[in-house]
């Protein structure tokens, strides 16, 4: 098994590689492992690569002038995670990506994925597809802050990703909803309560 077999499984769900292709990919993939805590990428970096995440769960936030930390979102196995904005531009990261668990991902450095465009123009369609895809949740998310309750927004959160709730301490899940972890406890009695 190579070391980014994962990934491949991945890609294949989404393209057809054939094995030069697939040897190409490999020759700039690179798989590295972070303990829990430890910052794939800190706020000021300029952030250098992107991250497939084998295994782990990691969380992409920001900390605000009064100190106070935002989570933007949450990645497990199979989901991509970095600040985009400063990998496109090579530019200081806005955002924080930091494991919440031993975490093993598989890494591109930018100018070797600018190269595989060329060299593999099926990825450059797939990432495409995929920054059409994060644009059109990202929306999703911010109709669902204007119009939902944050009881609304929690029930949608555990019926979305199930798994991530099981995996993640209830303050983080309550700074990814934009309230207080008192107030999520109390939707949390409340459900109860119903059922």
């Known amino acids: 098994m190579y070391d980014f077999d994962p990934l491949i499984n991945y890609l294949k769900e989404f393209i057809e590689l054939d094995q030069e292709e697939i040897d190409l990919i490999g020759n700039y993939a690179l798989r590295r ?9 800190q706020q000021g970096d300029v952030c250098r690569h992107l991250n497939f995440v084998v295994k782990g769960c990691t969380k992409t936030f920001v ?18 995670t970095s600040d985009l904005g400063s990998f496109v531009s090579q530019t200081p990261a806005d955002f924080n990506v930091q494991c919440l668990e031993p975490t093993e991902v598989i ?7 600018q190269l595989l465009y060329e060299k593999v123009p099926k990825l450059d369609k797939f990432f495409r597809m995929l920054l059409e895809k994060a644009l059109v949740s990202s929306q999703k998310r911010i109709i669902r802050n204007f119009s939902l309750t944050a009881k609304e927004q929690y029930l ?40």
Do not use: C
Not at 33 to 41: A, E, G, H, R, S
């Open 156 to 195: 949608a959160f555990k019926k979305q990703y199930p798994e991530m709730e099981r995996r993640i301490p209830q303050y983080l899940i309550a700074s990814y909803l934009g309230i207080t972890k008192e107030f999520l406890s109390k939707i949390k009695s409340q459900l109860i309560l119903e059922q």
């Open 33 to 41: 492992k972070y303990l829990k805590n430890q910052y794939l990428l």
């Open 63 to 80: 900390v605000d002038l009064m100190g106070q930390e935002h989570v933007l979102h949450f990645s497990i196995e199979n989901w991509w």
């Open 107 to 113: 890494q591109f450095g930018y100018d070797g994925l």
